[in-house]
Each structure stands twice: as C-alpha cells, then as structure tokens.
C-alpha cells in the first residue's frame, strides 16, 4: 500500500498502520479524522464490487490477475460483486451505509429503492433495517413521530 497522509497532514496512515502525526490534534480534527477513515472503509466496498465488474468486462479472465491485488478472499470479492450487481449504482444512496445495500441486494429494484428511501428518511441502522426485512414489516406499517417521523 502506498503511505497517505489524511486530511490537514495531522496523521499518516501506512499498510499497517495510521499516526497521528500532531501532538496538538484538536477532538474535532481526530472526529474528521474518523469520518474519512469510516467514509473509506464504505466507499471501498462499492468500489472494489465495481472494479471487479468492469474489470472482467474490459480485460476478461486476464483481470484476475489484477484482482489480487485486492489482497481479499474469494468470499469477499464475491458479496462485493453480488451487491455491487443487485445494487447498481443508480440505485444506491448516499448517507447509507454499504450495508444497507448488502441487507436489500435480495429484493427487487422497486422494493430496493423503497427499503433504501424509508431507511435513509427514518436514519435508520443497518441492523434495524434487517431485522424489519426479517419481520416482513411493511415500510407503511411502521408508526413514526408526527413531529420529526422518525420510527417509533
């Protein structure tokens, strides 16, 4: 992996490790800081199912040598290509989380889009998002707050 150094050169993150770099880091810069990190992790996901995808459409099976390079097992590379397929990319919302995708890649593109929009209305987690995908619950049946609609 190439060294990077993150936002405002307060830290440097390396194949193995991230430093902070400055002694004086404020909270709010180390919170930044975080959110870069976390956006990263969510985005790579996307992006390494996409990779892949296009990859074995330009260069065919030659691409595979290429994919090593993700460093990832089969398994990995597989449900990143299953979402990145279920999923496309007009499909996808930001502010969700890669696991949003990942828990409405099963449904159809209508119920997709409807599961996604009612997650991101209600800011709901991935967690509660499957656990209302188990339960079957209908996105209309479930009762939110007059004020802000949030779930109940």
């Given at each position: 992996m190439t060294d990077l150094a993150l936002p405002d050169a307060h830290s440097h993150l390396s194949g193995?490790?991230?430093?902070?770099?400055?002694p004086n880091l404020s909270?709010?810069?180390?919170?930044?800081?975080?959110?870069?990190l976390?956006?990263?992790?969510?985005?790579?996901?996307?992006?390494?199912?996409?990779?892949?995808i296009q990859?074995?459409?330009?260069?065919?099976?030659s691409a595979y040598q290429a994919f090593e390079r993700f460093q990832l097992s089969?398994?990995?590379?597989?449900e990143y290509v299953r979402v990145a397929q279920r999923v496309p990319r007009s499909r996808r919302k930001k502010g969700l989380s890669w696991s949003h995708h990942r828990?409405?890649?099963?449904?159809?593109?209508?119920?997709?889009?409807?599961?996604?929009?009612?997650?991101?209305?209600?800011?709901?987690?991935?967690?509660?998002?499957?656990?209302a995908l188990r339960n079957g619950t209908d996105?209309?049946?479930?009762?939110?707050?007059?004020?802000?609609?949030?779930?109940?």
């Open positions: 193995v490790a991230l430093r902070i770099t400055d909270y709010g810069e180390f919170e930044h800081l975080c959110g870069v976390g956006a990263l992790h969510e985005a790579v996901r996307f992006a390494i199912g996409d990779a892949i990859g074995e459409h330009l260069f065919g099976e089969e398994e990995a590379m597989k828990a409405v890649a099963a449904l159809e593109p209508a119920a997709q889009k409807e599961w996604l929009k009612r997650a991101a209305d209600e800011e709901m987690s991935h967690h509660d998002m499957r656990a996105p209309q049946e479930v009762e939110c707050c007059p004020t802000c609609g949030k779930r109940l």
